[in-house]
């Protein structure tokens, strides 16, 4: 690796910083190899509660990194198409598959900008926090391009399919209210404050019943593409299991005797 991309566990908590400050953490080649060997090695880790992905410096992700992109004009049309689709197909797509297969949270935690696959990987979080001073668009039409990084199944099951094709047709920026808004992100906070909202976020769900938050994820996962009858058998599996845990007659005890449940994660 060539840590552009960071990978550290503290307390249970990993988080997958984008290491490219100096170029707002766009999106290089070599960045792509080392987001699958970290999110690789995210998913075998065994202690892990809450996942936190960020960007060093004043910002998440500005997008691909275009003087990078550039490199590969030498060649001709159809070398280009071969290229790009085996670089995505082989770094991109593993790297998404795994994060939305992971059973823990994964929050997104964005200051400045956001673009491009930057925006890709935040819509794929399960949460979103960011600054005030944040700025979002999907950059990709601008330059040519549709989408990658899973923005056309992310983005219109967020905002809507007539506002993703409007976000994705015409690549206009928007700022963090707007983000707000369009259910892109969850809270706006100061940016200052963004550090320690995060942490408390993260601590809320370490406190929770954390062996519940990849049964919900996989239930919301599944509901657009099964049908009613199965995504209601699904759900009665998910209760059952649920049901035989310790922290389910903790909840339960601890509402009846009035007090904060200490959900043990199991």
């Keep these: ?6 990978l550290d566990v503290a307390n249970r908590v990993a988080t997958l910083t984008l290491n490219r400050p100096a170029q707002l953490n766009a999106l290089s080649t070599e960045m792509m190899e080392d987001m699958l060997v970290a999110v690789r090695k995210l998913r075998d880790l065994n202690d892990v509660d809450v996942v936190v992905i960020t960007g060093a410096g004043e910002h998440f992700m500005a997008g691909g990194d275009l003087k990078d992109f550039a490199t590969q004009f030498h060649l001709g049309p159809e070398e280009r198409r071969e290229a790009f689709g085996a670089v995505i197909k ?16 994964v929050i997104a935690k964005v200051r400045g900008a956001c673009a491009g696959f930057g925006l890709s990987l935040a819509l794929g979080c399960d949460l979103a926090l960011c600054s005030d001073n ?13 989408a990658d990084g899973g923005m056309s199944r992310f983005l219109p099951r967020v905002v809507g399919s007539r506002k993703a094709m409007e976000l994705l047709l015409l690549g206009e920026r928007f700022d963090a209210a707007e983000a707000l808004r369009l259910g892109i992100v969850n809270r706006v906070v100061a940016a200052a404050e963004l550090d ?13 019943p954390r062996h519940v938050y990849g049964e919900i994820k996989r239930l919301l996962a599944s509901s657009f593409d099964d049908k009613f009858e199965l995504q209601l058998q699904n ?22 005797e009035k007090r904060k449940p200490g959900f043990r994660g199991a």
């Design 90 to 105: 082989k770094y991109i797509n593993p790297s998404v598959e795994i994060l939305q297969s992971m059973p823990q949270p």
């Design 1 to 6: 690796m060539a840590n552009t991309v960071l």
């Design 196 to 208: 320690a909202e995060t942490a408390a976020l993260v601590t809320r769900l370490q406190n929770g």
């Design 134 to 146: 944040a700025k979002f668009t999907t950059a990709y039409s601008a330059i040519g391009l549709p």
């Design 235 to 256: 759900e009665a599996e998910a209760f059952a299991r649920c049901s035989a845990t310790g922290d389910f007659v903790e909840g339960i005890s601890a509402f009846l």
